[in-house]
């Protein structure tokens, strides 16, 4: 199907948009003038009218909303000629290897993702000023090669006007989703109004629309996809684009642990690693775990995010470009994507200031380095006391302290405590030995916890940072000395504190292990009832 088939067929499903809603006002204003000429009277015609003005009201509505309102696009760093000459240089390269226009604005974003998009008038018809945006863990993680591949690909879009056809079918999404919306209720920023079951039975009527203008145009989507596949096989090399969508999988898990286990691991207490080290320290974890990436970039998905995903599953499209001709490109370009960018540091702060909000306190305050982002969110997080364990001391026996819990497994009291700990509905049901192997996973890692905090508010645990595994939490005694030398247990303390928890949480409970454990850790400011 040629683009101007589908453009053409574009226009027919949003006229079939605009016709459905002018059928259902038809209907309601017949059925309104019924009502007047029948001669009957009273309260109950009166509800009906305004019933129906009630139900025109979202559809007039969703029909008015003619314009599409501009997004404000993903957020990020402008990447300007003057700045970024050589990222320019290239794409202006592939654009017009291509045969097409380079954008005019190149945007750095926090995600693993590039994309393509272009303000076009009167819907899509007429060309507009074009943006590239360009995620910085796929600069982090991809070869020069493989940047290439993933910017021809995005180029391709341009080249067969996919940016330009594919505004009316967004038109069309965009007029759907929005009456929907409205005919739900949904006010905006998260506010709902209440409707009634008619309300729910148009929205169900345009949704069931929306669902057949996203199986026609799915195939063509996903078609778009596989030419610009096959444009940057052409541009880039076989081997650079096959292998740039191998490293997807790879990049998007390795990101969002990174966000959670480093980056962002004190942005609870207000806390970052320093200026720069948001987003730089990434391309730290990559060199780091390399081995680790290799099973991730095997492991290609089969199957779409969703039925109605416009992109072909991620190992279909690297099949259907390994599956094309041998070109002989597969040595060039294999330096890191991320040297192409001039003044890398101020690049990387400036991206900070661009996506990350203000926390609640009003302003981030910076780590000195790694290991103090570590050590400060760690003891912050263990010194937490709304945990639930803590939490169940609490309500039962006043306080929230490690010997409390010893001397409430000693008593026996632990299954009994462990009753308002957070569980699913079939543990809740579940009865004795049942529900006490369901509840002692939760209870090993709450206990666990309760050691560290136990340890460090008594200055008796040291954290090793690391970026080749986890990290290492030290339980130390006299004189800051591991109580463990040599131990291999990475962030669980070592494996005679994994023994005593298992002791202490054992069909027949010993806490002897544990508190000989803790006794080793004393200090000469050791609590009564130690914090968690």
Known sequence: MGAFTRALRALVLLAGF????????????????ALVTSGHHGIGVIRLQILSVVLAVPLVRGLALVRTPRGEGPHGVELTPEAQPRLWELVRALAEAAGTRAPARILLTADVNAAVSERTRLLGLVPGPRELYLGLPLLQGLTEAQLRGVLAHELGHYAHADTRLSGITARVRGQVARTVAHLRGEAGEGKTEKRNVLHRLLAKLYTGYG?????VTLQDAR???????????????????????RELPALETSFAFYLDAYALAGSDQGLLPPRGEVFGGYGRLLDARQLELVGLRAELPHESSSPYDSHPPLAARVRRIEELPDDGRTDEGGAAAFALLEAPLETLAALEDAVLKAPPSGTWARAADWPDLLTRSMDARLGDQDAPLPRALV??????????????????????????????????????????????????????????ADFSVRGRLRWEFSWEGPHAAVLTGERGAPLEEGAESRDEGGPALEHAIEAALADRPDTGPLRALCALGGGPHTPKDGLV
């Open 18 to 33: 605009y016709l459905v809603g002018l059928v259902l006002l038809a209907l309601l204003g017949l059925g309104d003038w």
């Open 211 to 215: 669902t057949f203008v996203l199986r």
């Open 223 to 245: 078609r778009q996809e596989y030419a610009a596949d096959r444009l940057a096989a052409r541009l880039a090399g076989r081997t650079a684009t096959a292998s740039a969508l």
């Open 395 to 452: 309500r039962e026996k006043g306080t929230a302290g490690l010997p409390t819990l010893l001397s409430v497994i000693e008593a026996g009291e632990l299954w009994e405590l462990a009753r308002h700990l957070p569980a699913s509905a079939e543990t809740r049901a579940a009865k004795g030995r049942a529900r006490q192997t369901m509840l002692r996973p939760l209870l090993r890692v709450q206990l666990h916890r309760m050691v560290l």
